[in-house]
């Protein structure tokens, strides 16, 4: 998921340096969007780890 977070944010500055405004904040958006969910996941991870022991 950090991939994919990571791919829509190279797209988004792709697409703002060649003027693409609305293409550049709808990826930036998605990007922002898999990355919390990404941190979530990851933090619940960490913790059922912890529990477990």
Same mark, same amino acid.
């Given at each position: ?11 988004? =500055?792709?697409?703002?340096? !060649?003027?693409?405004?609305? $293409? *550049?904040?709808?990826?930036? +958006? ?6 919390? =969910?990404?941190?979530?996941? !990851?933090?619940?991870?960490? $913790? *059922?780890?912890?529990?477990? +022991?």
């Amino acid at each position: 998921m950090l991939y994919w977070a990571l791919v829509f944010f190279i797209v988004a =500055i792709v697409a703002a340096v !060649f003027g693409f405004g609305g $293409i *550049a904040s709808a990826t930036a +958006g998605i990007a922002q969007i898999l990355f919390f =969910i990404f941190v979530v996941l !990851f933090a619940v991870a960490l $913790i *059922a780890n912890f529990v477990r +022991g």
